[in-house]
């Protein structure tokens, strides 16, 4: 798992959940771009992905998160929080670069 700590490591300038999910794809993305995980019979597809596309019918550049995160099978008869289940992508530490401001 990525370790971080919510004081120190998440830079003071994210203050909404629109940048916080900005930042965690970023991050996640920049430590694991290669790593493909299994979503179907015979579909792979990247674990996580961020990126600013430029869409024209309305003339923005949107960012584009994505994520696909193992759930451990204790969930199905646990009664914690679902995010309590997601499991580990990797051990890759958090880049400095996503610290600061």
Do not use: H
């Not at 970023?26 to 019979?41: D, K, M, Q, R, W």
């Not at 579909?43 to 309305?58: G, H, I, L, M």
């Not at 204790?74 to 499991?87: C, H, P």
């Amino acid at each position: 798992m990525t370790a971080f700590n919510p004081a120190t490591d998440i830079p003071s300038q994210i203050d909404t959940l629109e940048k916080l999910a900005a930042w965690l794809g970023s991050a996640l993305f920049t430590i694991n771009p290669t790593l493909v995980v299994i979503e179907g019979a015979g579909y792979t597809e990247r674990a996580c992905q961020a990126n600013n596309f430029w869409v024209a019918a309305d003339a923005k550049t949107r960012m584009i998160v994505r994520f696909s995160l193992e759930v451990s099978p204790d969930q199905a008869s646990g009664s914690n929080k679902n995010w309590t289940y997601i499991q580990p992508l990797s051990n890759t530490a958090l880049p400095a670069s996503f610290k600061a401001n």
